[in-house]
């Protein structure tokens, strides 16, 4: 009797089996790679968006409510009042441009006219690298009601168009359309 059909046969389903494992194994590892680079375009998207930020994220504007200092003459005169100044800050190395403050401000009214809330838009232009710039908005009696908080929008260096809302968030608008197009 000879024993070479099975051998044979045992040859033929180690190599069949071989092959699927080395499959099995190629497959696992393309699955692999594939999320590696998913996770590389992804952390490099995070790292260029971050990049693209570093700027923006340097620039900041806030509200400050100041007692005007009077001397004793004026005080007895005009009596208290306090300053409503818009503070924005370029705390990075690059200027940055079309920066505008937009306020939201309740105009007092009386008997006849209730008040009247507003937004004021202060348009500030250029800010230099490392500059603040302070803008007064309004002088009223120590008792008016203060202005709500701002909104900022810029250009960075770049070009890139920024929003930074009442809370601080800081948000990439899209690019307006030209007005020639």
């Known amino acids: 009797m000879d024993s070479r059909p ?3 046969t045992v040859t033929a389903a180690a190599t069949l089996g071989a092959v ?6 190629g497959v696992v590892a393309e699955i692999r790679n594939a999320r590696d680079r998913r996770t590389r375009r992804a952390e490099d998207a995070a790292r260029r968006v971050e990049a693209e930020a570093a700027q923006a994220q340097q620039v900041s504007a806030w509200l400050a409510d100041r007692l005007i200092d009077r001397t004793a003459s004026e005080a007895a005169i005009w009596g208290k009042f306090r ?5 924005a800050l370029n705390a990075s ?10 306020v939201d401000q309740v105009e007092p009214g009386d008997l006849a006219a209730p ?7 202060e348009r500030i232009g250029m800010i230099p690298p490392q500059e603040r710039v302070v803008r007064t908005l309004r002088s009223t009696p120590p008792d008016a009601e203060s202005p709500a908080p701002l909104v900022m929008t810029f250009r960075d260096s770049a070009g890139a168009r ?3 809302d009442s809370h601080g968030v800081l948000e990439r608008l899209e690019d307006r359309p030209s007005p020639s197009a």
């Open 6 to 8: 099975w051998q044979d």
């Open 20 to 25: 699927l494992v080395a499959l099995t194994l």
């Open 83 to 87: 300053r409503v100044e818009a503070i």
């Open 93 to 102: 190395s690059e200027p940055v441009w079309d920066v505008e403050i937009e």
């Open 115 to 121: 008040d009247v809330w507003s937004v004021r838009i």
């Open 162 to 164: 920024w929003r930074r």
